[in-house]
């Protein structure tokens, strides 16, 4: 709590409002916010709708949550801007360096933080008040299912945890660090390892579904589509893996390193690469429905609409592919590479550049 | 420092820079720079070598791709690259200052992130040198860029090993001279563990060793280990905190994992057969040893070949079977011959057994030098305009031609014959392949040569060839994804043994020849191994009885020349049952030189960018507080420099402005005549011979030249006007007036060094100085001035070090010159003997004591890689009228190498007057090489 009280107070000074800082509570925000949300995601052509300066590169992709969007920074720091004007509404900074960038859930936000012992943190952000912490360095992506909080820790195990106030609901040994993140259905919770093992555990219980072996370091976030959870490897390979039993599906090689995020959309799995590629999947067999080039590669994963691939590359750019044919219909030159996942809201885009500057993008 | 370092001689009044002593980098040639730019480099290159500028080109941007996909990322930046088309070239470059050795390959420097490398006759090996030095820049790059984005100042080096073993690893495929490292590393007991791998730091061991760890880790976690590696370099302040990081697993694991899996590799190959040393006779131990030529036409069987024991390469003949050694050509020790190329290049003797041929860099370019080897005169000494290096001299039967492989200026390396009674040189072939290696056949209608004119030559593949003579048909003799290399004929003409590592390890191998009866076709046989090395055979020379061969075998880390016999049955065996068939006109050239994209070229343009920029302030008891600034620019290709300090020093007693000093100099290096002019105004305070400080502003500029002669020799010749106000108050005088200085002085150094300072050679410097009044015409002083030293050498890592300097100044202001302390006159204070004559003698013993040495603090350990003794007798005096008597010191010290010019020396000296021996030890300590 002295962590947490020092800074806040710092941080209100700085800030110079008297609100609590990550959180947008006036009612003329939230009824822009209700607006918003019934805006539809943006389709190229777009206008720039703002520009802030953060000074500092992010980790992840920015988080929508309601009239928020919060931020990551390496500083470290969660960095608050009002959706609809960018203006900053306030940060917070952590003690330690993050291990991946925070997750957002309801009011709260959760952490996991670097250091000697490491600790996972849930903050609720209306009142920057820690809600409750877990001890332990967290290797991970963190994936929020119902009411429960997964989190990998480096030591190999895998935690199931209330997402109320930290319980532990089951914990399991995967035996390897995770790297690429967790995903999870109503039933199952799926980790990639770093010696190429997928799981599949009861989400339940934590009990083992069935293991399979995709050869290479699970390097995405698992996808989960139809009846198959798809994950893009160190070998630079996308493999398909069934649900239900773990059994192989297909593979198919993209031309490099795959992005951490795969996105599903338009009824093609679309990654990015590090081979400067954005390639577009079929979800049955794996066949490469079309790949677009871009002039750096890919680290961000992509944002989708019904039409629409958006993704930056370390050229600067921002692209805007669509989806059907692979063309390129938009591109926006940014103040500087891009290397982290876009994020798509009601009626926004939202995309960072590693200079620290934020863009909001809506359509014309 | 090197700001300093550059500038300050040239404004310092003239005795300190006197002895400024050091080797040459000799710009032989000037070259018409071009500029060629591609998507992401700016390459330069000469007009000569416009071919291999456009293949370097495509093959940087496709290696820039590659490593994009294996880094995840992109250099922000437009990569410098400068290609060479000979190593001779490239030994010019003023990229860096240092000489360059001929073992390096390329570099990459940090100032302005630029590449450069030369192409050595391989295209394979230059792509594989390009990718290794590029793989550099994405490394630091990708360090910057993580450590840039999350905040961390800290700069986290990578260690060496991981570092170079990542640019091999990434380079080229594992190969069987990696095998040959390690294998032998592992069989001599000499695996090092990460932990203690930087005592090889900057070996070839090391190089291979750190390639075998990253090809394990690649393995152990998977080919994305390093993407992580780097993308996490942010999380640890050391290798070992970030490796834990990301793997889970302490380095010690990896560390111990590794080296079982070499072993369990490794151990087992000893079914397969024997070091060198168990399965043939050794006819050399000491240093290292290559390329044996038999000596026939002799009563009993001697050999030539390249030794080097001390420091340098030269040429030594052994007789068998006593062993008998001595030296036939001091190669390298003689200020003629800066290289032998001992490692791609070999001797030959002729037939009659009279007269010897070998190639040697002299003067920027390579020559053929033939030597009687009744008288040991130099009968003939040629260069060729059209032809820069130079290989493998072999002599015609008849011993009145000469083949050998040339490059030429744009990096062809190819075949050429020349005939010594005409002097005419005829080109034999004409293309990139890497024609290199020949010999001719006891008959003479045939060459047998290695080239990469095959099918896996485009993957650094070698095979064997023959060209016909006097047509020059080639002819593939052998054939399949190996190498075989180093051919040699039998003296009757019947086989052709030669190194091959077909299969996995370089053996000696034979094959027969046989000419058709009725069509005059050759057919060959199989190649039969003949030895059954485990770590790798080379260089094969037939005996002359043809019963037996030498080779060079690698074994401990270093190669030496052993012997072995080859069973008549072995070769009876052999039955020519091949045809030989012609070469193929194009192998795979012709896909790398295809038209390439049309990049935009221009002109090379002078631009200068910042190379340092550097701020300092310090507190002197004594000189009071001075603080500074020093900026340093040069251009892309080093050759234009240009030097800033501004300083203040307090204690001025006339204001601010009073204390400044201000300084430039540009320097100007790419051509023969080094030119270094500038101006300055310094107020400074400067020793004086009454034990205090005198001041001296001066105002003014010089022009210095220096003309190289060879690497070894150069003449400098420095003018300088300047206002100069000296306060020597203390003289009971004030000296104000505008001074002309003139100096002349000739240096000569090839000293041969360890990291603590020279070992053998000698050095010397001697000139004379005059600085004249302007106004009045008076002249202030003539200097004259010597400094010789010579270091004998002892045995492979002692020497007895001598020196002797002398100075006298005469004239109205005479230049003073003082003595005392631990680099003149030991055992007597710091510049306590002051004089404007000067003489001073030393005389020192130096011999090892340490060679590493690890010092563990509570905060890590500290390891120093030499500890060094000397003893000494020091004898000199400085004067102003009256010589008074020598003054002397005997005395002992040690020496500890901390790195570069950072030497730790500590001396206990007693004075004496060479009749008795004082009783009191004064010390001396100071950093700096030995004299």
């Known amino acids: 709590m002295v962590f947490l009280a020092v800074p806040f107070t710092w941080l209100l000074l700085l800030a110079g409002c008297a609100s609590p800082l990550l959180y947008l509570p006036s009612e003329d925000g939230e009824a822009r916010c209700r607006q918003d949300d019934r805006l539809e995601v943006p389709e190229p052509p777009l206008r720039q709708l703002w520009r802030v300066d953060l000074g500092r590169p992010t980790m992840g992709a920015p988080v929508v949550a309601g009239p928020v969007i919060l931020l990551s920074t390496t500083h470290p720091e969660l960095v608050a801007l009002e959706r609809a004007t960018g203006e900053r509404l306030g940060a917070l900074s952590y003690t330690g360096a993050l291990a991946s960038p925070p997750v957002h859930h309801g009011h709260q936000v959760m952490a996991p933080i670097l250091g000697t012992e490491g600790r996972l943190q849930v903050l609720d952000r209306r009142s920057a008040q820690l809600v409750w912490e877990s001890k332990g360095r967290f290797s991970a992506l963190l994936v929020v299912s119902a009411d429960t909080l997964l989190a990998a820790r480096e030591d190999g195990t895998l935690l199931a945890l209330r997402l109320q106030d930290g319980q532990q609901y089951w914990r399991a040994d995967l035996q390897d660090r995770v790297w690429g993140g967790l995903a999870a259905d109503a039933t199952t919770v799926y980790a990639g390892t770093a010696h190429g093992k997928l799981w599949a555990l009861d989400r339940h219980d934590g009990r083992k579904r069935w293991q399979a072996d995709v050869e290479s370091a699970v390097r995405t976030r698992p996808l989960l589509l139809d009846s198959l959870v798809y994950v893009g490897t160190g070998a630079g390979n996308l493999v398909a893996v069934h649900q239900s039993t773990g059994k192989p599906g297909w593979s198919t090689a993209l031309g490099a390193l795959p992005a951490p995020e795969l996105v599903a959309g338009g009824e093609v799995i679309v990654a990015g690469a590090a081979d400067r590629r954005l390639y577009a999947i079929e979800p049955a067999d794996g066949r490469l429905r079309w790949r677009f080039e871009t002039g750096g590669v890919i680290r961000g994963g992509a944002a989708v609409t019904p039409r629409t691939a958006y993704v930056g590359s370390s050229d600067g750019y921002l692209y805007a592919v669509d989806l059907n044919s692979g063309a390129r219909v938009w591109s926006q030159r940014l103040d500087g590479p891009v290397l982290v996942p876009v994020t798509l809201t009601a009626g926004m885009l939202v995309a960072v550049s590693e200079r620290g500057s934020v863009y909001a993008f809506t359509a014309e | ?588 050239l012709a896909g790398i030189v295809a038209p390439q994209p049309a990049y935009n070229r221009q002109d090379y343009e002078r631009q200068l960018s910042l190379d340092i920029a550097q701020s300092q302030i310090s507190q002197d008891p004594q000189l009071g507080t001075s603080g500074g600034i020093q900026l340093a620019l040069s251009d892309i290709l080093g050759n234009e420099h240009y030097y800033f300090v501004l300083a203040h020093v307090a204690g001025s007693q006339t204001g601010i402005l009073d204390g ?143 020196r002797i300097m002398a100075r006298r100044s005469h004239g109205d202001v005479p230049e003073y010159f003082a003595l005392g302390g631990s680099w003149t006159l030991r055992g007597y204070p710091w510049l306590s003997i002051w004089g404007n004559k000067m003489i001073l003698a030393n005389t020192e013993l130096r011999f090892p004591l340490v060679d590493q040495l690890a010092i563990r603090f509570p905060f890590g350990t500290m390891d120093f890689r030499a500890l060094r003794g000397a003893m000494f007798v020091d004898a000199g005096n400085a004067w102003e009228n009256e010589f008074g008597s020598w003054r002397g010191s005997v005395g002992a010290g040690v020496r500890l190498a901390l790195g570069g010019a950072f030497v730790f020396r500590l001396d206990g000296a007693r004075r004496t007057d060479f009749r008795s021996l004082g009783r009191e030890t004064h010390w001396d300590f100071f950093f700096g090489w030995d004299f």
């Open chain 2, 660 to 802: 400044l000093n201000v300084a430039m100099a540009h320097l100007q290096q790419g051509s023969r005549i080094n030119r270094i002019w500038g101006l300055y105004r310094y107020n400074e305070r400067l020793n004086s011979r009454y034990g205090r400080y005198v001041r001296e502003k001066r105002t003014g500029g010089f022009l210095e030249l220096e003309y190289p002669f060879s690497r070894h020799d150069r003449l400098e010749v420095r003018l300088s006007l300047r206002q100069a106000r000296i306060d020597r108050e203390l003289e009971g005088r004030r000296l104000d007036g505008w001074l002309v200085s003139n100096m002349i002085s000739y240096t000569h150094d090839n000293s041969l060094w360890i990291p603590t300072g020279p070992l053998e050679g000698q050095r010397y410097s001697m000139g004379l100085a005059q600085t004249v009044d302007l106004r009045t015409s008076r002249r202030y002083n003539t200097t004259i001035f010597g400094d010789y030293r010579r270091y004998f050498r002892l045995s492979r890592r002692s020497a007895l070090a001598t």
């Open chain 2, 1 to 588: 420092m090197s700001v300093l370092l550059s500038i300050l001689p040239a404004v310092q009044p003239a005795w300190p820079q006197f002895s400024r002593f050091g080797v040459n980098k000799v710009q032989f040639t000037e070259f018409t720079w071009q500029k060629l730019e591609t998507p992401n480099f700016d390459l330069y290159f000469y007009v000569e070598e416009e071919l291999l500028a456009g293949i370097a080109a495509e093959m940087a941007e496709a290696q820039y791709e590659r490593l994009e996909r294996l880094f995840g990322h992109s250099v922000e930046r437009r990569i410098p690259l400068i290609v060479y088309s000979s190593h001779i070239y490239f030994e010019q470059t003023n990229i860096i200052p240092g000489i360059l050795p001929e073992g390096v390959g390329g570099f990459m420097e940090f100032l302005k992130g630029r590449v450069a490398l030369p192409l050595s006759g391989s295209l394979p090996e230059f792509e594989r040198v390009l990718a290794h030095e590029l793989i550099h820049v994405f490394t630091f790059d990708r360090i910057r860029q993580v450590l840039g984005r999350h905040g961390t100042s800290r700069i986290r080096i990578p260690p060496l090993w991981l570092t170079e073993g990542l640019a091999e690893y990434w380079a080229g495929p594992w190969d069987t001279e990696a095998d040959m490292i390690l294998r032998d590393a592992i069989f001599a007991q000499r695996l090092i563990s990460i932990e203690h791998m930087h005592h090889i730091d900057g070996s070839y061991l090391m190089y291979k060793k750190g390639q075998s760890i990253c090809a394990y880790m690649a393995e152990t976690y998977g080919e994305d280990i390093f993407e992580r590696l780097f993308t996490n370099w942010w999380r640890g302040d050391d290798f070992a905190a970030i490796f834990e990081a990301v793997t889970g697993d302490p380095l010690s694991k990896l560390d111990t994992n590794w080296q079982y899996a070499q072993r369990k590799r490794y151990l087992p190959d000893i079914t397969r057969g024997d070091l060198p040393s168990h399965a043939a006779r050794q006819l050399t131990t000491e240093g290292f040893n290559t390329k044996p030529a038999v000596l026939t036409g002799t009563d009993s069987t001697a050999f030539l070949y390249f030794r080097n024991t001390r420091g340098y390469t030269h040429i030594a003949r052994t007789t068998l079977p006593d062993g008998e050694t001595r030296v036939v050509d001091a190669g390298e020790r003689s200020p003629a011959i800066e290289s032998l190329h001992p490692m791609r290049s070999r001797l030959a003797i002729d037939a009659e057994g009279t007269r010897l041929a070998f190639a040697a860099k002299q003067r920027g370019r390579d020559r053929l030098f033939i030597q009687d080897l009744g008288t040991g005169e130099t009968v003939h000494d040629l260069a060729f305009d059209s032809v820069i290096a130079i290989t493998s001299p072999s002599w015609s039967p008849d011993g009145r031609r000469l083949a050998f492989s040339g490059a030429d200026s744009g990096g062809k390396t190819d075949l050429y014959l020349y005939d010594l009674d005409t002097g005419t040189l005829r080109r034999l072939t004409h293309d990139l392949y890497h024609d290199h290696d020949l010999v001719w056949s006891p008959a003479g209608d045939h060459l047998v040569f290695v080239s990469d004119r095959c099918v896996h030559g485009r993957t650094g593949q070698y095979s064997l060839f023959l060209m016909e003579l006097p047509g020059g048909r080639i002819l593939q003799l052998t054939r399949g994804e190996h190498s075989d290399i180093h051919p040699a004929w039998s003296v009757d003409g019947r086989y052709i043994a030669f190194s091959s590592d077909r299969n996995g390890i370089h053996n000696i191998h034979a094959l027969r020849l046989e000419t058709a009866e009725d069509s005059g076709d050759l057919w060959r046989s199989e190649p039969e191994r003949l030895t059954r090395v485990l770590t790798g055979a080379f260089a094969p020379a037939w005996l002359d009885n043809g019963q037996g061969l030498l080779y060079t075998g690698y074994e401990n880390g270093s190669f030496q020349i052993f012997t072995a016999e080859v069973e008549p049955e072995a070769l009876d065996r052999l039955a020519a049952v091949h045809s030989i068939p012609a070469a193929p006109d194009s192998a795979w």
